[in-house]
């Protein structure tokens, strides 16, 4: 029995461009290989945490966080959604707000 028409969508390549108090920007490319991608998600850990966060869902390759804590190491990341699941998430990016 064959597997379903589409594929899982690989890893987006994550940047942070832009970031101030408590907000940051973040955008990456959409991923050329895999499947179509219908979302991103965004998720954010604190410091060392090993528990990454919903924080942001994504249509397009950019986003704006705000309301972020302030003066702590964050980490965030985005991961590709299609038809098929979640790909791999993005390397992460390390931000102090």
């Known amino acids: 029995m064959p597997g379903p028409p589409w594929k899982y969508p690989v890893e987006?390549?994550?940047?942070a461009p832009r970031?101030?108090?408590g907000w940051i920007t973040l955008d990456w490319k959409e991923p050329?290989?895999?499947?179509?991608?219908?979302?991103?998600?965004?998720?954010r850990r604190e410091g060392d945490s090993e528990n990454w966060v919903d924080v942001g869902t994504a249509i397009g390759?950019?986003?704006?966080?705000?309301?972020?804590p302030g003066g702590k190491r964050l980490e965030f990341r985005a991961?590709?959604?299609n038809k098929a699941g979640e790909g791999e998430p993005s390397n992460?990016?390390?931000?102090v707000l």
């Open 79 to 81: 991961v590709a959604i």
């Open 61 to 68: 390759t950019e986003i704006t966080l705000s309301g972020q």
């Open 32 to 43: 050329g290989d895999g499947g179509k991608v219908a979302a991103y998600k965004v998720q």
């Open 19 to 21: 970031q101030g108090e």
């Open 12 to 15: 987006p390549s994550l940047t």
């Open 92 to 95: 992460g990016v390390l931000a």
